[in-house]
């Protein structure tokens, strides 16, 4: 029963704390760090209102640091899909029909419950499952979900007062609806919020959403599934399991009820996704919404009028932040020649200037990245640097690495002479930039350049003093970055600032923070009430003459 209008008006930001010597949140994120290290976690899956414990133990263990176990999460299997599907549809009815004002109201306890009792741990959990720094944790984990939760119930709100026009004598109206059947949430390591925004902004919209995290990504992930239970989330409504992708696609995409995929991951993965949705499309009740955000080879180009400091420092940032592993992460960057010796030492003097080590001394600016598999493919693009030559690229700073303790890879600099070097073109996804110096008076082949060398468009940045140059690449690359900045690093999207998302190889550009990614997990239905039926099936115009009018 609907008693009224509800508003939810634009929420403000959550302030990004600073973690500064002696500060309280300093304080008690160390105090927090020091409470995980000391248990040992058992992780079940969520399924229904069930904690599901299958005895199949996964280890979690900080990347920086392999040597201390952190728990084990339950691995699942088909049989938990399945079972995660029926939890799901069953909660369906009951969720989709919940009145919009309780829908919210769950979320934005959950947001508040993160800003204020669970910060830390949010954060605690991020910075020793995923090797993240106190303020990239605070600036994801807290801030980032907290805003995609306040936001989000703000932009449905805004959705739902969108309604047509009545003519004389009836009362047009529309539904947004939830979809029929079940939505796949498939979520990366990276980030915190986005593991925690995929499903829930289909949940809000009354779907009901199977969740599975990336293994990297459990420990923050439970933590955030156990909130939303406190914040009052029905049972089945979201299911966590814990399964590897071919067995989870192989299920949920076979199914009659599957509605829709949420996913951020690897442009490979989301195409081998589309074919098989493809192929399957004469089984499902519905066309699937396919909604995925995929790889980046994002850019820099700095034009002969940028200051030196501004491009070193938004390349010390864009890049080597969070160890590299941003879809948005400046990973190629073109630097015209009157400028480049200049830039080129104070990216040297930056790198050398960096503490690299754990998450707990809040001193490191950069950590371990995720994994053995990613440090191992990383120091092959190295290694094969050193071993060329120098023939098309070169070490300009970094280059090195060791697993004895974690998974450390130096941030590294490579300098590429040939523009189609294969850095400046793959997707590393690590602590890697390639920088290209081109001829300083050759801006504009410059820019086709840029757009011409990858079949990426996630983000990118132009940096210039003269505004000529600043529109001559923003027409330029209008097809070649989702996201683009004007003197700045490539990286930060803000919820509700600058939706995020691009195009081409890197996924549908649903813009994640706004209201076009909540309209694809709704269904609008159109109703007509006439009030006074006509009861006669003749239109004047069939009328004889003799009749009149």
């Given at each position: 029963?609907?008693?009224?209008?509800?508003?939810?008006?634009?929420?403000?930001?959550?302030?990004?704390?600073?973690?500064?010597?002696?500060?309280?949140?300093?304080?008690?994120?160390?105090?927090?760090?020091?409470?995980?290290?000391?248990?040992?976690?058992?992780?079940?899956?969520?399924i229904?209102?069930?904690?599901?414990?299958?005895?199949?133990?996964?280890?979690?263990?900080?990347?920086?640091?392999?040597?201390?176990?952190?728990?084990?999460?339950?691995?699942?299997?088909?049989?938990?899909?399945?079972?995660?599907?029926?939890?799901?549809?069953?909660?369906?009815e009951?969720?989709?029909?919940?009145?919009?004002?309780?829908?919210?109201?769950?979320?934005?306890r959950?947001?508040?419950?993160?800003?204020?009792?669970?910060?830390?741990h949010?954060n605690?959990?991020?910075?020793?499952?995923?090797?993240?720094n106190?303020?990239?944790?605070?600036?994801?984990?807290?801030?980032?979900?907290?805003?995609?939760?306040?936001?989000?119930?703000?932009?449905?709100?805004?959705?739902?007062?969108?309604?047509?026009?009545?003519?004389?004598?009836?009362h047009?109206?529309?539904?947004?609806?939830?979809?029929?059947?079940?939505?796949?949430?498939?979520?990366?390591?990276?980030?915190?919020a986005?593991?925690?925004?995929?499903?829930?902004s289909?949940?809000?919209?009354?779907?009901?959403?199977?969740?599975?995290?990336?293994?990297?990504?459990?420990?923050?992930?439970?933590?955030?599934?156990?909130?939303?239970?406190?914040?009052?989330?029905?049972?089945?409504?979201?299911?966590?399991?814990?399964?590897?992708?071919?067995?989870?696609?192989?299920?949920?995409?076979?199914?009659?009820?599957?509605?829709?995929v949420?996913?951020?991951?690897?442009?490979?993965?989301f195409?081998?996704?589309?074919?098989t949705?493809?192929a399957n499309?004469?089984?499902?009740?519905?066309?699937?919404?396919?909604?995925?955000?995929?790889?980046?080879?994002?850019?820099?180009?700095?034009?002969?009028?940028?200051?030196?400091?501004v491009?070193a420092?938004?390349?010390?940032?864009?890049?080597?932040?969070?160890?590299?592993?941003?879809?948005?992460?400046?990973?190629r960057?073109?630097?015209?020649?009157?400028?480049a010796?200049?830039?080129?030492?104070?990216?040297?003097?930056?790198?050398?200037?960096?503490?690299?080590?754990?998450?707990?001394?809040?001193?490191?600016?950069?950590?371990?990245?995720?994994?053995?598999?990613?440090?191992?493919?990383?120091?092959?693009y190295?290694?094969?640097?050193?071993?060329?030559?120098?023939?098309?690229?070169?070490?300009?700073?970094?280059?090195?690495?060791?697993?004895?303790?974690?998974?450390?890879?130096?941030?590294?600099?490579?300098?590429?002479?040939?523009?189609?070097?294969?850095?400046?073109?793959?997707?590393?996804?690590?602590?890697?930039?390639?920088?290209?110096?081109?001829?300083?008076?050759?801006?504009?082949?410059?820019l086709?350049?840029?757009?011409?060398?990858?079949?990426?468009?996630?983000?990118?940045?132009?940096?210039?003093?003269?505004?000529?140059?600043?529109?001559?690449?923003?027409q330029?690359?209008?097809?070649?970055?989702?996201?683009?900045?004007?003197?700045d690093?490539?990286?930060?999207?803000?919820?509700?600032?600058?939706?995020?998302?691009?195009?081409?190889?890197?996924?549908?550009?649903?813009?994640?923070?706004?209201?076009?990614?909540?309209?694809?997990?709704?269904?609008?239905?159109?109703?007509?009430?006439?009030?006074?039926?006509?009861?006669?099936?003749?239109?004047?115009?069939?009328?004889?003459?003799?009749?009149?009018?």
């Amino acid at each position: 029963m609907n008693l009224g209008y509800f508003s939810y008006p634009l929420p403000a930001n959550e302030p990004v704390l600073g973690y500064a010597p002696g500060s309280p949140e300093r304080t008690a994120l160390k105090k927090t760090l020091a409470e995980l290290k000391g248990q040992t976690a058992d992780i079940p899956m969520y399924i229904g209102g069930n904690e599901v414990r299958t005895g199949k133990l996964v280890e979690i263990r900080p990347p920086h640091e392999t040597g201390h176990l952190l728990g084990h999460f339950h691995a699942g299997d088909a049989s938990h899909v399945t079972q995660a599907i029926d939890a799901a549809l069953a909660a369906r009815e009951g969720w989709s029909n919940l009145p919009w004002e309780d829908r919210a109201g769950i979320f934005l306890r959950a947001a508040d419950l993160i800003a204020t009792k669970y910060r830390y741990h949010m954060n605690g959990t991020t910075m020793l499952g995923q090797s993240k720094n106190a303020f990239q944790a605070e600036i994801d984990a807290a801030c980032e979900l907290i805003d995609f939760l306040r936001y989000n119930v703000h932009f449905l709100s805004e959705i739902y007062k969108q309604q047509p026009v009545s003519g004389p004598g009836m009362h047009n109206r529309l539904e947004w609806r939830a979809l029929e059947g079940f939505v796949l949430a498939v979520t990366p390591f990276n980030f915190t919020a986005i593991g925690g925004n995929l499903p829930t902004s289909a949940a809000l919209c009354g779907n009901v959403v199977v969740w599975k995290p990336a293994n990297t990504q459990v420990y923050s992930a439970q933590m955030f599934l156990r909130i939303l239970r406190e914040a009052g989330l029905p049972d089945g409504v979201i299911n966590l399991i814990y399964v590897d992708g071919p067995t989870i696609g192989e299920v949920c995409f076979a199914h009659r009820e599957f509605a829709g995929v949420h996913f951020t991951g690897s442009t490979g993965v989301f195409n081998a996704m589309w074919k098989t949705i493809g192929a399957n499309i004469p089984n499902y009740r519905s066309y699937p919404r396919i909604v995925g955000e995929t790889g980046g080879k994002d850019f820099v180009i700095a034009h002969k009028s940028a200051s030196p400091d501004v491009v070193a420092t938004a390349l010390l940032r864009g890049a080597f932040e969070y160890q590299g592993q941003k879809c948005s992460a400046a990973s190629r960057a073109y630097i015209p020649s009157n400028i480049a010796d200049e830039v080129k030492r104070l990216l040297v003097d930056g790198v050398n200037s960096f503490k690299m080590g754990t998450v707990e001394d809040f001193g490191n600016f950069v950590n371990a990245v995720i994994d053995e598999k990613s440090f191992d493919r990383i120091a092959r693009y190295i290694d094969d640097v050193i071993n060329s030559g120098g023939a098309s690229a070169s070490i300009l700073v970094g280059g090195t690495y060791d697993k004895s303790k974690g998974w450390y890879i130096a941030p590294t600099v490579i300098e590429a002479t040939d523009p189609q070097y294969v850095t400046m073109c793959d997707e590393i996804f690590g602590p890697v930039l390639t920088i290209h110096v081109y001829d300083a008076e050759q801006y504009e082949a410059a820019l086709r350049l840029v757009d011409a060398t990858s079949p990426y468009a996630l983000t990118g940045s132009v940096i210039a003093q003269d505004r000529e140059a600043v529109v001559l690449a923003t027409q330029a690359l209008r097809n070649a970055a989702g996201n683009f900045y004007i003197n700045d690093k490539p990286t930060g999207a803000v919820v509700g600032q600058q939706p995020f998302g691009g195009a081409r190889a890197s996924g549908t550009n649903d813009k994640a923070g706004s209201q076009l990614n909540l309209y694809r997990w709704l269904s609008a239905r159109t109703i007509k009430e006439t009030f006074v039926p006509p009861t006669d099936y003749r239109y004047p115009f069939l009328r004889g003459e003799s009749e009149g009018i």
